[in-house]
């Protein structure tokens, strides 16, 4: 066996080189410019779709992480409003400072005035120093309701949805919810946890049965080369993004809206959630 060996001319190593450096900086423009601006809407179907019935419709927002209004945000309005939801979520981290609160209420009024809207809160809320009493103020203005550790009922065309919020993972304290809502009848129930951890926990925080777990924190891992997240933040535990279906409740993790700590994203586009959900069973047994 023999071995050739290659002799490379400096004008081949610098060649190689510039090409290196031009696939580089073609990845960092489009993970600064383009990939942050390039909003995907996913579409999820849960429950049993019947023809003689329409779905609950639920728009998830999470990780909005406003710094300033911009085309974005413009972008994402326009998917909010075309589908025409029946309750729009706020799955936490919808600012990143205190300067990011004008920008918030400016994207907060320009939505849609005829669905319902809950919220939890995120790390970053608590990181802006905006604690739940003042977050639920800002929210209330808007008709949203922030929820923390508690429970909530909507109705929807004859069926009922049980809607539990938690506590942030990382700023908060997850606990018990403060109402036990105990329906007559068995109904399904979504959980909104701002870190996909806290799905570990529902055992020890809840007894009744959990139908689907939003959650969002992870930003997709926002930097994920081929799908693979470089790191993820705590109380991310094993999640990254998409359905979770093993060793639990149902739970979709959001890539998010914003971007967190750096401006970029690679291989985790921004994400809008759109879930139709065939609620199981009417208001009365």
């Known amino acids: 066996m023999s071995t050739d060996k290659v002799r490379l001319s400096r004008r081949h190593w610098l060649a190689a080189a510039g ?3 031009g696939i580089g900086g073609g990845l960092l423009a489009e993970s600064v410019f ?21 779905p609950l419709r639920l728009i998830q927002l999470s990780d909005l992480h406003l710094r300033s209004f911009g085309e974005l945000h413009t972008d994402l309005l326009a998917t909010i409003n075309a589908a025409a939801a029946d309750l729009i979520l706020l799955t936490g981290d919808t600012l990143d400072c205190r300067r990011g609160i004008g920008p918030l209420e400016e994207f907060l009024r320009q939505l849609p005035s005829g669905p319902e809207r809950l919220a939890v809160i995120g790390n970053w809320e608590y990181r802006a120093e905006i604690g739940p009493a003042a977050f639920q103020q800002l929210l209330s203005h808007h008709g949203f309701r922030l929820l923390l550790n508690d429970s909530t009922t909507l109705e929807h065309r004859g069926h009922v949805l049980r809607v539990t919020g938690f506590d942030d993972l990382i700023g908060g304290q997850p606990s018990r919810p403060q109402r036990t809502i105990s329906p007559s009848v068995p109904v399904d129930h979504l959980v909104l946890a701002h870190c ?15 139908s689907l777990v939003l959650s969002g924190h992870t930003h997709g891992g926002q930097i994920a080369p081929v799908g693979i997240p470089l790191v993820t933040p705590p109380g ?9 279906v093993d060793s639990g409740p149902a739970m979709y993790v959001s890539r998010g809206i914003g971007t967190s700590t750096i401006p970029i994203r690679l291989g985790a586009t921004p994400e809008v959630v759109i879930v139709d959900w065939w609620l199981r069973q009417p208001t009365t047994a």
């Open 19 to 21: 090409g290196s450096c």
């Open 196 to 210: 996909p951890a806290t799905r570990d926990l529902l055992p020890s925080l809840l007894e009744s049965e959990v």
């Open 34 to 54: 383009v990939a942050p601006c390039l909003l995907g809407t996913t579409r999820l179907s849960v429950g049993k779709p019947t023809a003689d019935r329409q």
């Open 236 to 244: 991310s535990g094993r999640y990254v993004n998409g359905w979770y």
